[in-house]
C-alpha cells in the first residue's frame, strides 16, 4: 500500500511568520506531487503541484521536491489567519492520487 | 460552469436502506473519482473511472457500486448501508489522469443510524 505521511499538527505560528509542512511518501515511482487546501466544512481545492527536484514559488507559497529523501514541503510565507486550514500532501500512483490525512494549520492574530 | 456538482448535500439513512449519490461534472473531463473523508483523516479512494465505461476499484470499495454511462456522470451507490458508511464524500474530476489537477465537488455528508 502506497502510504504518504504527514504531522497531524496542530502547527501554530503567528501572523507573518512562515509556516512549513512535510510530507513523506513511500512510492519511488511517483512522478508528481499536490498541495491542497480545506477549509473546515469544505472541498479540496489545488494550491501547487510540483513535478521537478527543487523549488516552485507562486505568490506567498513554495513547494520544494527531493525525490532522492521522498520529501515534499509547502512553505507559506507572510502567513495570514485566512490562511488556517487543513493541507493536504497528495502524491499520483498510476492514475489515481493518494492523500496523507493533513495537517492542520492556525496563524494566530 | 458549474465545476463538479454533487447531491445530496446531507443524507440520514438507516441501517440496512440503500441510496445513490449523485455527481456530475460539465468540464468534458475523463476522469472521475469517488473519496470519501473520515473525520481527522485524508481522502480514500473509493472508486475511479477513466472514461465513459470503464470504471476500477480504489482502496476502499466494500459496500459501494458505480457505474459511468456518460461522460458527465459518475454515481456512487451504497447498498446495505452500515455505521461504518458514515463519512463525508467527495467526488472529483480530472482531464488527464493521475498528474492532472483534481477538481472536487463540494461533497455529501452521509449519517448512517
Known amino acids: 500500500q502506497k502510504e504518504v505521511e504527514q504531522n497531524s499538527g496542530p502547527l501554530s505560528v503567528p501572523e507573518g511568520a512562515i509556516a512549513s509542512l512535510n510530507c513523506t511518501y513511500s512510492?519511488?515511482?511517483?512522478?508528481?506531487f499536490f498541495w491542497y487546501r480545506q477549509y473546515s466544512g469544505k472541498s479540496p481545492e489545488l494550491i501547487m503541484f510540483i513535478y521537478s527536484n527543487g523549488d516552485k514559488e507562486d505568490g506567498r507559497f513554495t513547494a520544494q521536491l527531493n525525490k532522492a529523501s521522498q520529501y515534499v514541503s509547502l512553505l507559506i510565507r507572510d502567513s495570514q489567519p485566512s490562511d488556517s486550514a487543513t493541507y493536504l500532501c497528495a502524491v499520483t500512483s498510476g492514475n489515481k492520487l493518494v492523500f496523507g490525512a493533513g495537517t492542520i494549520l492556525r496563524v494566530k492574530s | 460552469n458549474a465545476g463538479v456538482t454533487q447531491t445530496p448535500k446531507f443524507r440520514i439513512l438507516k441501517i440496512g436502506q440503500s441510496m445513490t449519490l449523485q455527481c456530475a461534472q460539465d468540464?468534458?473531463?475523463?476522469?472521475m473519482y469517488w473519496y470519501r473523508q473520515d473525520p481527522g483523516m485524508g481522502l480514500k479512494l473509493i472508486y475511479y473511472s477513466v472514461g465513459a465505461g470503464i470504471t476500477d476499484k480504489g482502496e476502499v470499495p466494500n459496500g459501494y457500486n458505480v457505474s459511468r454511462s456518460t461522460t458527465e456522470d459518475f454515481p456512487l451507490r451504497l447498498e446495505l448501508a452500515a455505521p461504518s458508511q458514515t463519512s463525508v464524500y467527495f467526488c472529483a474530476s480530472s482531464g488527464t489522469g493521475g498528474a492532472d489537477t483534481q477538481y472536487f465537488g463540494p461533497g455529501t455528508r452521509l449519517t448512517v443510524l
Open positions: 468540464m468534458n473531463h475523463n476522469y
Open positions: 512510492d519511488r515511482g511517483s512522478q508528481s
